[in-house]
């Protein structure tokens, strides 16, 4: 029995030498990369749009903000293809309704668009 737990103990302390000897190589090794670091790349950023483009009918496109700008002064919000409302020009209403200051036209809840000023309703046709 006595044999048996000897045995045990040499097996427990080749196991506690190997894993101390594996520990400072390691350790060496991580200090052999701190004193010779491996050679550096040079990093290249990856291309980026520029924030606006120029289209040669006069219209431009930010690309910060998703923004197209039309030749002739509409706006469209890239993202969801709808006309972009600035939304500080923008007071919303309880019912679900909303008055855009910059054009004063009133939307309803119900998508209907009325002139603020003259009471009509905006035609989208002509």
């Excluded at 040499?10 to 350790?27: K, N, P, V």
């Excluded at 004193?35 to 550096?40: F, G, K, S, T, Y």
């Amino acid at each position: 029995m006595q044999s048996s737990v000897q045995d045990q103990g040499q097996l427990y302390s080749q196991i506690a030498q190997a894993q101390g000897q594996q520990a400072a190589q390691e350790r060496a090794q991580e200090e052999a990369n701190l004193l010779n670091p491996p050679a550096q790349q040079n990093f290249t950023p990856p291309a980026q749009l520029d924030p606006v483009i120029y289209f040669n009918d006069g219209s431009s496109l930010d690309t910060t903000s998703n923004i197209m700008t039309l030749s002739n002064g509409n706006q469209i919000d890239t993202t969801t293809g709808l006309p972009y409302v600035d939304p500080s020009s923008l007071i919303t209403m309880a019912n679900g309704s909303y008055l855009n200051t910059a054009t004063n036209v009133l939307t309803e809840a119900d998508g209907t668009q009325i002139d603020a000023t003259t009471g009509l309703k905006v035609s989208t046709t002509a």
